[in-house]
């Protein structure tokens, strides 16, 4: 079970520590209990969410949303080809189409991509499988988006108003799906493994980074999380289902030192680590 700590950081510098309900937005459904203490106050949260089931409903649910958004162009597009005339004004409707294409296939690929941290595809299938498999919501952004685009652009029946609002509309939304659906880390099942394998201890991340860290003690700990008012707290498997599919470097480094173990037994990638947030 994750937990979600909320630290008060105030003494040491920093931004002022969010309220503790602020800092909890997607703990809807979780218990919370508050410890308070002289000077630190701390939030734990316990999420009812199972971990480590099937994915076929992530991956049924992303497919019916890609669909969907894929039913959002060609309404466009049969506005364009004239094959439907909408009850209202030309543009506002391709515009409200674009925006549910783009949200729809935004979902899908979150969806997509907790389903891949959860299950993660063998190494063995193959670097190019491997990488259409976790890009396929940048994929599917393409499909969603490039047709009514390129018919825009060639389209002849459309005021210039019309047309060149909409296709910088068009553009604007291919390029944020793309951006939101694209999965920036990346785990093969061996990776995810052997993490698990590693690290047995519970592990810690922050709201905004994107890797786990192993020592979050005040003193000692991982300085890379030391400002952090607010941090989670899980097994490897929850971080890594949680998009934090590598350790920080710098915790992979004392870690391996400590268990004398080899760094490429560690999934450390890229040695960017993230500050506090
Ligand atoms: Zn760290």
């Not at 009812?48 to 649910?61: A, F, M, Q």
């Not at 002849?156 to 609002?165: N, Q």
């Not at 905004?208 to 860290?213: E, V």
């Not at 020592?215 to 991982?222: L, M, S």
Request: include cysteine; proline fraction near 4%; charge should be neutral.
């Amino acid at each position: 079970m994750a937990e979600k700590i909320v630290r008060d950081t105030t003494k040491k510098s920093a931004p002022a520590a969010k309220p503790a309900e602020k800092a909890a937005p997607a703990a809807k459904q979780a218990a919370e209990t508050v410890k308070k203490t002289a000077n630190k106050q701390q939030t734990v949260i316990t999420p009812n969410k199972p971990t480590g089931g099937s994915t076929v409903g992530l991956r049924i649910g992303a497919c019916v949303l890609w669909l969907l958004a894929i039913a959002c162009e060609v309404l466009a597009i049969m506005v364009l080809m004239e094959y439907f005339i909408p009850p209202f004004n030309a543009m506002t409707f391709l515009i409200i189409a674009i925006v549910l294409d783009m949200a729809l296939a935004i979902i899908a690929a979150q969806l997509w991509k907790k389903a891949n941290h959860i299950k993660p595809m063998s190494e063995k299938r193959g670097k190019f499988l491997f990488y259409l498999w976790n890009e396929l919501g940048v994929i599917m952004a393409c499909i969603c988006f490039i047709p009514l685009i390129i018919l825009l652009l060639k389209n002849d029946k459309l005021d210039k108003r019309t047309k060149t609002i909409t296709a910088i509309v068009a553009v604007v939304a291919l390029l944020i799906t793309g951006a939101a659906s694209a999965d920036y880390d990346p785990i093969t099942a061996e990776e995810k493994q052997q993490a698990e394998q590693q690290i047995s201890d519970d592990v810690f991340w922050t709201q905004f980074g994107h890797k786990y860290h192993l020592n979050a003690d005040e003193e000692g700990g991982c300085p890379y999380i030391r400002s952090s008012s607010t941090l989670y707290k899980g097994s490897v498997t929850e971080a890594i289902e949680a998009g934090r599919t590598a350790i920080c470097s710098y915790c992979a480094g004392h870690y391996a030192q400590e268990m004398g173990l080899d760094l490429d037994q560690l999934n450390v990638e890229g040695g960017v680590v993230e500050e506090g947030d």
